[in-house]
């Protein structure tokens, strides 16, 4: 007689989350070192926001990627309106940063003051926006359970160790 039995398994994890703190921390690496530099016009911390925001933003792009991979493999766990309500976000902060990085290719002064501060407060606002969509995604990761039919036939023998007097 067939009997039914529960197989419990998990969906492969997300790559995409691993990869962007990376660019997360370069963008708000590049907002700090864009303040200090506008409070202190030390050249040094003009060329720390542009080496910053040009890591982060070949790493977002990476990560964006693997985040469209890890998207279509349903390797998230977020609802229709979340899941693209993330992708927008991540799409503006990676417009936003590209953006800046090339506001960033100018002089000192006009590379951070005010077009290069402005776009970096932006993109670290839009991420605080959807980093808990990408939290939430990460730790509510269903697990799948599927029913499996098993009959008769599909039942090994279970072997039994010998017992040796």
């Known amino acids: 007689m067939p009997s039914t039995e529960v197989v419990a398994g998990s969906t492969a994890r997300p790559?995409?989350?691993?990869?962007m703190c990376f660019p997360?921390?370069?963008f708000v690496g590049t907002l700090l070192t864009d303040i200090t530099y506008w409070r202190t016009a030390e050249m040094m911390w003009s060329d720390f926001s542009s080496?910053?925001?040009?890591?982060?933003?070949?790493?977002?792009?990476?990560?964006a990627i693997l985040g469209l991979i890890d998207m279509t493999g349903h390797r998230y766990a977020l609802d229709r309106r979340l899941r693209w309500a993330y992708r927008i976000g991540n799409l503006i902060v990676l417009v936003l940063a590209t953006l800046n990085a090339f506001v960033h290719t100018h002089d000192a002064w006009t590379s951070v003051v005010p077009w290069g501060l402005t776009l970096s407060v932006i993109t670290v606002v839009v991420l605080v926006c959807t980093a808990p969509m990408g939290w939430a995604a990460l730790y509510r990761r269903e697990v799948m359970v599927t029913p499996v039919l098993v009959t008769p036939t599909d039942v090994r023998p279970t072997v039994t160790p010998r017992v040796t007097p």
């Not at 790559?15 to 990869?19: A, D, G, R």
């Not at 080496?51 to 990560?63: N, R």
């Open 24 to 26: 997360i921390a370069c």
């Open 51 to 63: 080496w910053l925001i040009t890591v982060g933003v070949i790493l977002a792009w990476l990560a």
């Open 15 to 19: 790559i995409h989350p691993t990869l």
